[in-house]
């Protein structure tokens, strides 16, 4: 019998074959991007930053008539030279206090522990906690706070190698789209330029509400600790400014340290700093929130938990940071690729035009 493939006997079993190659080759890429997934957040914060980046330029060159390129740059170096600055005049006092934390920190923990076991139901909790005590206890905080500054350190390395990508990203969009839509067949062409163009909107007003968030949050818990005579409140409050990027979450993590430090000046000193936290998130969540964040880059409450919860579990703690971008992006993908062109329907999500990119 002649095998050659003009002589096959069997014509199914070739475009069976093929359709085995093509599985195997896309569980092989898959399985690729799964080993990959730090280098996909990567590229996620690199092009979060470079969407950040194009909209000060954007507004730099329309209001002063610059060119695009040299708007960048000088975007660029404004926000190197403001980050600068900060650290200059902040560095010395946020090293001094950050020392402070590691050492109450720890303090602060072997406090409540103490205060825990003067009560029956205290004793009761920490006898059902195995091997808690309080040295135990200090030493953990200390081996906790040592292994959180090793991941904060590494992240700084990560944020810097974004930041860099996003440059160039943001010096020659079009080039790296172009890129990306001719991985597509031509027939989406269509509808993925404009999931570019309307996550890109969505992320740019989503970024901009945000960081006038974190900034009024970390400045407002850093003026309660000072006034309520809380040791370390400018590294508190810059904790607590970074936080908030983290939805609900970062909140209750910001809360934790100052909370321990203020237990080893007295537990009065505890209720106050629960109460100024509560009381400034409660003022962000109503008042600030609802001023510089539009409906159309608002997230549902569950979303955004369960969002934060996934994420982290699928791609690490380093995710949690992007989960609230990441949500908002996959929600406009949803609405632009699948509710409007499989379904049929008008998007439903605020802020996504619903117009026929065809016609």
Known sequence: MDFRPDHWPEPGLRAFTKRVLVVVLVAGLTLAAWRLADVAVLLFAAVLMAVGLRAGSSGLTRVTGLDDTVGLGVVVLLFVAVFGVAFWFLGTVVADQSDELVQQVPAGLTVAISRLQAHPYGRYALEQARGIDAAGATGWAASTLAVFARALARGLGYA???????????????????????????????????????????????????????????????????????????????????????????????????TLIALTQGPQYAVWVLLMYVAVHVVEGNFITPLVQEEATSLPPVVSLLSTVAFSILFGPSAVLLAAPLTLFLMVAVEVLYVEQVLGEPSALPGVHTTDPVR
């Open 160 to 258: 810097i190698l974004a930041f860099f990508v996003a440059i160039y990203l943001s010096a020659q969009p079009l080039r790296y789209r172009r890129l990306c839509i001719r991985l597509v067949p031509p027939g989406t062409r269509v509808w993925v330029e404009r999931l570019f163009d309307e996550a890109a909107s969505n992320l740019r007003r989503w970024l901009l509400g945000q960081l006038i968030v974190m900034a009024t949050v970390g400045t407002l818990s850093g003026l309660g600790l000072w006034a309520l005579g809380i040791e370390a409140p400018v590294a508190l409050g810059l904790l607590g400014g970074l936080l908030t990027f983290i939805p609900y979450v970062g909140a209750v993590l910001a809360a934790v340290p100052a």
